[in-house]
Every structure is written in C-alpha cells, then in structure tokens.
T-cell receptor
C-alpha cells in the first residue's frame, strides 16, 4: 500500500538533546513538508522540499533542520535551540501537479520534553 | 495571512446540518479542506480552485467565492463519523505564482446521537 510513514509515534527529548523524526513516502511524490501542530493553533509550516537536495524554510524554521538526500525521505531534526519543542509533528507530501496539488499527511509524531 | 475559520466549535445532533466558513484577506488561488480526528493525520476532503466552483463528496460539499475570498463547507444530515476538527488551507495567488498552503486554526465539530 502506498502511503506516508512517520516514526516514532512518540518521542521524548531531554534538555539540550537533538532528536530526529523520520518521514518516508512511497507515493513517488516530489514535494515533502513538515508541519508543527499545537492545540488551537492549526498547522504551521516548518520546512518544505520540492526536489532532492533542496529545501526551503517555512514560517517557523528556527530550531529545526532537515535534509532531503532521497526523494522518499525527509527527516526533521529538532535541535536544542528549539526551546519549546512539545507538539504534534506532521509530515506531508504532494505530487507537484499544478493547480490541483494536494498534500497528504502521515500519522504524526508526538514529541514530549522530559 | 492565516485564514479565519468560523465558528470555532459546533455541536450537532445526528441528522442536523452545519456550515463552516473560511475567510482570507489575500487573493486566493485555491482552498483545501481537511478533517482531523484527535491524534490522527488530517484527511483530505476536497480542493476548490478560483473560478467560484462548488464541489460535493457524499453529503459534504463546499463552495468558493473568489470575489469575497471565502469558502464554506456544508455538512448535511450529519453522521457520528463527521466528528472531528475541520481545517481549511488556503493558497494565495501572487501574480503568476502561488504561495504555500496556510491553514486556519480549525473548527471542532461534535456530532451527538
């Protein structure tokens, strides 16, 4: 079955630690995205990538980093510089298809701070 | 820049209708509607493009008023499975290009038996 997988489902971060969230898709989609979701805030864009080896900052990129070495993978690192990382993180992907480009989401990773 | 959704929350009895609105201050290229159950991924419902089109999916339909930069999601004869938070995502139009998808804060819909 084609889809987007995220792991782990829950992740705990200690003070000063970097943690990496995994996102993989087998939909052959060109573009991939990372969103952060806080209660009552909707989804906010962290980073996005439209092609391999290229990515762009979204609205809240500070304290995060990404890489796109393969078309199907777009890992997100939450660095120690992100002072309030507790949130639900959603990865999405889309086929760059002009006017009807639609994003499809993975199941999410919930990050908690110890 | 973030679209404004109204109402913030609505409670319905099974079989009742609901309307969820999404407004933007920007000229819009497209509007995307999603539904999210608690702790799960948002599920894509439909996309509307500028041109004032209206779309339907089972008993859920939507309209897009390009002149007013507004979209409305209509849920008729609601079912228990319709419960969740509904998000609109808007893509602004900048001349010949489009901006990123920006999501509203969501409307929480609860359908009671």
């Amino acid at each position: 079955d084609g889809g987007i997988t995220q792991s782990p489902k829950y992740l705990f971060r200690k003070e000063g630690q970097n943690v990496t969230l995994s996102c993989e898709q087998n939909l052959n989609h060109d573009a991939m995205y990372w969103y952060r979701q806080d209660p009552g805030q909707g989804l906010r864009l962290i980073y996005y990538s439209q092609i391999v080896n290229d990515f762009q900052k979204g609205d809240i990129a500070e304290g995060y980093s990404v890489s796109r070495e393969k078309k199907e993978s777009f890992p997100l690192t939450v660095t120690s510089a992100q002072k309030n990382p507790t949130a639900f993180y959603l990865c999405a992907s889309s086929k760059v298809a002009g006017r009807r480009e639609t994003q499809y989401f993975g199941p999410g990773t919930r990050l908690l701070v110890l | 820049q973030q679209p404004v959704q109204s109402p913030q929350a609505v409670i319905l009895r099974e079989g009742e209708d609901a309307v969820i609105n999404c407004s933007s201050s920007k000229a819009l290229y497209s509007v995307h509607w999603y539904r999210q159950k608690h702790g799960e991924a948002p599920i894509f419902l439909m996309i509307l493009l500028k041109g004032g089109e209206q779309k339907g999916h089972d008993k859920i339909s939507a309209s897009f008023n390009e002149k007013k930069q507004q979209s409305s999601l209509y849920l008729t004869a609601s079912q228990l499975s319709y419960s969740g938070t509904y998000f609109c995502g808007t893509r602004a139009s900048y001349g010949g290009s489009q901006g990123n998808l920006i999501f509203g804060k969501g409307t929480k819909l609860s359908v009671k038996p």
